[in-house]
Each structure stands twice: as structure tokens, then as C-alpha cells.
RNA sequence: UCCAGCGUAGCUCAGGAGGUAGAGCAGGUGCCUGUUAAGCACCGGGUCGCAGGUUCGAGUCCUGCCGCUGGAGCCA
């Protein structure tokens, strides 16, 4: 007598060798069709797809009534013989609904019905991109998001768990704020008790004084932009990580996030084929994510852009193009270091000439853009003052940060990193709302 | 916020020299034992974004508004 393993996924069957094993799988119908009496049912069950096959003379008459009227996205549980199936390897060519077969497929024994679902408004056709966000809260279900999301969630345990082995700890900054960490951009007014308060746009302030109390910390969550921006690289909502790190100098936080961005990629890698095959990525792009990364100075990048014909005046900041032009310049990141004074905030140290910052940003390959920006913080506290009077920053909401020039101050240097950018590059994405769940976007909130 | 484009069936779109709508998919009913966004046959499905205007007559032309998309600025 043959034992049935219950309690089990796809996942589970694409991992470990289940071959004429019988197994009871509970899901989500993702498509059916049928040739006559033999019937194949795609079968999602949040860990993968596999294809089901129901033949007439290997079930009962009332399995196979069942399976004629299953309509997408109804919920049945299938128990089954796991069967090998060469005819499923996935081929480029022949559109398979963007979904990847495992090798796998099912031989139906019984059926049953848990969930009749009716009129499913995703249907396997394209759809419009208003469309498809008006049904975010479906759309996930599709799978190209579903590798998207999956692959999200392993460049989110990476980052901590390298962080983790590089001895930071995690100190969470406050989401709201009473004032602005960086003043020049516009911040989500929030009414606290008849007080303004803001949704934080970074946690860098907090985890300076962070870095200060216990070395290496790093913050991890959602910040909030109020900007009117509506561009493929911007949300209202993203999240960032953002370490910093006490004794710390440009040079070490470029190691530190060039590894991070190594280290992202290789668990990628390691962990998330079958979504890269779904989303078609071409694979060898990011086996050449290999350390060191390119490095140039604000004046070299501003350089390169002139040897490309591209006008561009020196002491101004980079736009999309600007970015785009230098990232497809390069076939792994790269870091622009030294940025002029003018265009960077106010805490940035200054380099000895006092004209440009000890600032870098990072730069995704095949035209991404900046997923990363960081620098040395200014420690003197007569330097600092003297910036934010430059720039009219109000001493009196930033006397906490500057107290930390005051108390034991120290070198120290830290950067963020924007996940859905990074997300999207590695998935080589359109847009970053799908990097995301539920994208916070420009006049679009809705579900 | 600025520039450009688009709003026709549940979805994706066609019609667009003004004469009151059409195809695929989805849904329904059949046929087919290896399909793979299967195929074939038949069926149901529409205040042509909203408001006004021109006209005997507007999905089609004009004006305004609303919504969306793409791009720019700003940034991660």
C-alpha cells in the first residue's frame, strides 16, 4: 500500500525527488484545458505551478465532472502520482503563459472541489497596466509577480543576513519625525495631538546617533517621499536599508556596500532560478555582478558623459538621462564619488579643498540608474553648524544631531539602499511599482 | 507641476472620409486522450469616459472637464 504524503507544495515537489510518490497537493486553479477525455489542469499553490493531468479512464465519473467545470483561481485539493515529464521542459519559444513547469507533473487520482470561483477578472490575455494596479491585490497571484515578490523577500533576508554576519545590529529609526532629515525634499504632514509631524524619509539622523551608542547599525523599513514625482524609478512608499557605521571612512562604506551588493546578487542566484527563468532574465548579466566594482570620481562621470557627445554642465546633478548613459557605459555597478558641496545635503563631509563631499553613490548596470547613495558625515561640529547655517537649516529641531558633535564625536560614514530599485534591477523590471506589493504611487493608492 | 498620447463589451483592441457598433480572450453549451495563453462550432454580452456645442443625424468633428499612460524635474 502506497503512503500518501500529505501537507506538502510544489516547492517541496521541485526540491526533493517525489517521483511516484502519491501526495495530496490544495491550490488554486490557474488554467484548464482539454483534449477530450484527458483533461490538464495548471495548479498554483503559492510555491509554485505544476500541471495536473486528469485522464478519463484513471478516475471516477464524479472527479471528472468536477474537473470540467473547475474555473480559474476555484480551490481544489488533488491527490496524486508525481510523474516526470520531459514534454514540460520550459521553452523560450512557445509562450507557456509565462509560467514555468517543473519537470513535474501530476497524475490525478481523486479531486476534490473547496472553492467555485466565478468570472476571474485576470484572465490568461493581456492586460492594461491601470487595469492590472486597480487589481493589485490579484495581480500578485500572477506569475511573473509572484517571482518578482519572491525574489524581493530573498534580497531582503540577504541584506540582514549579511549585515548580520559583519556584526550590525538592527536599530529601527522612528517613522514619524518631528522636522526633516534631509530639507530639501517635501514630507507627509501627519497631525500628532495638534503638533506636525512628518513620515520619515530616511532613518540616517537616527542612526548616526545609532552608530554613536553601539558601532555598526543598520535601519530597515519604509520611508515616505511627498514628492510629485512620476517617473519608473519612484514611489511615495519605498523601503530603504540603511547601515552606518562609527569609525567608519568613505572608503569602508564603499566595501561594505559593494559586498553587500555582491553578496545580494549570489543568494539571488542561489535561491531564486526558477523565478529568474519565469521572468526571462538573462542570468549571465548577473553572474558578472563580481567584485570590485567600477569607481570614478563626479568629475570623471561628468568626463565620460562629454566623451559621449552628451551636454552636460559641470556642478549640476545627474538626471535619468545622465545616469542612464553612465550605467549602460559599465556592465557591473559603479560607484561616482566626490559630488560638488552644492548639490548634496547638508551633512555630507567635506573633502580638504572644501568643494565637493565625501559622498558616493552607486549606480545598477543596463541603464538602472542609482540604487544606492552614501558618505562620510560631517563629525566637526563647527564645519557642520557652519553648513546648516549655509543652507538654513533650523538649529533649534536639529540640536539632538548636532549634540552628537558634541559628545564623543567620531568619524563615521553610512549609505542607503533603495530595495524596489534594487529589486527591479535584478529583475530587470519596467517600473518599480511591481518590485513592491501594494506601490504607493503619484495620485494612485488604491488597493 | 510641465510636455505628449490615450479613454469603444469583464479584459486587450479595431472602427475612425459623420448615417445609431465589431474581433480575440474571458463566461455559457457541445466535440476531440498529450494539451501547454490548445483547437473547432454555436450562444449571451455595449448609456462608445462625462458635460456642452456644430449637424436632419456624433463613437466619429469642436470646446471644457475627469481619468489613465509615457516622458521631464527631484531622488533611493
Request: glycine share 6%; hydrophobic share 40%; with cysteine.
Amino acid at each position: 500500500m502506497l503512503e500518501v504524503i500529505n501537507n506538502i507544495t510544489i516547492d517541496d515537489i521541485r526540491k526533493n525527488n517525489l517521483v511516484n510518490k502519491e501526495v495530496i497537493l490544495r491550490g488554486w486553479v490557474w488554467n484548464v484545458r482539454s483534449s477530450g477525455k484527458i483533461k490538464f489542469i495548471v495548479l498554483r499553490d503559492g510555491t509554485g505551478f505544476i500541471q495536473l493531468v486528469v485522464e478519463k479512464n484513471n478516475v471516477d465519473n464524479a472527479v471528472l465532472e468536477i474537473a470540467e467545470k473547475l474555473t480559474q483561481e476555484s480551490v481544489i485539493e488533488v491527490r496524486g502520482i508525481v510523474v516526470e515529464n520531459s514534454r514540460l521542459k520550459f521553452d523560450k519559444n512557445k509562450s507557456n503563459f509565462n509560467v514555468v513547469f517543473i519537470g513535474y507533473e501530476m497524475i490525478v487520482k481523486d479531486l476534490k472541489l473547496l472553492y467555485k470561483t466565478q468570472d476571474y477578472p485576470i484572465t490568461p490575455k493581456e492586460h492594461g497596466i491601470d487595469f492590472l494596479l486597480d487589481n493589485r491585490h490579484l495581480w500578485i497571484r500572477s506569475s511573473k509577480q509572484f517571482a518578482i515578490l519572491r525574489i524581493r523577500n530573498t534580497i531582503k533576508n540577504s541584506i540582514r543576513e549579511f549585515l548580520n554576519k559583519e556584526g550590525f545590529i538592527e536599530f529601527d529609526s522612528p517613522i514619524l519625525t518631528p522636522s526633516a532629515c534631509e530639507g530639501t525634499t517635501t514630507l507627509f504632514e501627519i497631525d500628532y495631538f495638534g503638533d506636525k509631524m512628518y513620515l520619515s524619509q530616511s532613518g540616517q539622523l537616527y542612526v548616526e546617533a545609532g552608530a554613536l551608542a553601539f558601532n555598526k547599525v543598520y535601519c530597515f523599513g519604509p520611508t515616505f517621499r511627498a514628492e510629485k514625482s512620476k517617473t519608473r524609478r519612484h514611489l511615495m512608499e519605498f523601503w530603504m536599508v540603511e547601515p552606518e557605521i562609527a569609525f567608519a571612512t568613505l572608503d569602508d562604506i564603499i566595501d561594505i556596500a559593494q559586498n553587500m551588493i555582491s553578496y545580494i546578487v549570489s543568494k539571488v542566484l542561489e535561491n531564486n532560478l526558477y523565478e529568474l527563468l519565469i521572468l526571462e532574465r538573462d542570468i549571465s548579466k548577473l553572474e558578472n555582478i563580481k567584485l570590485p566594482f567600477y569607481r570614478i570620481t563626479y568629475k570623471e562621470a561628468v568626463e565620460l558623459l562629454h566623451s559621449k557627445g552628451h551636454e552636460f554642465e559641470f556642478g549640476q546633478d545627474f538626471g535619468a538621462p545622465e545616469e542612464t548613459i553612465i550605467s549602460e557605459a559599465f556592465d557591473k555597478p559603479i560607484i561616482i564619488t566626490h559630488y560638488p558641496k552644492s548639490i548634496k545635503p547638508f551633512y555630507m563631509k567635506l573633502d580638504e579643498n572644501r568643494e565637493f563631499v565625501l559622498n558616493m553613490d552607486i549606480l545598477a548596470p543596463e541603464g538602472y540608474g542609482e540604487i544606492v547613495g552614501g558618505s562620510q558625515r560631517e563629525d566637526d561640529y563647527d564645519l557642520l553648524l557652519m553648513r546648516m547655517k549655509e543652507e538654513n537649516i533650523p538649529l533649534k529641531e536639529y540640536q539632538w544631531y548636532l549634540d552628537l558633535r558634541k559628545y564623543g564625536s567620531v568619524k563615521h560614514a553610512g549609505f542607503g539602499l533603495g530595495i524596489e530599485r534594487t529589486v527591479s534591477w535584478i529583475c530587470k523590471l519596467d517600473h518599480v511599482r511591481q518590485a513592491i506589493p501594494f506601490p504607493r504611487m503619484l495620485y494612485r493608492y488604491y488597493p
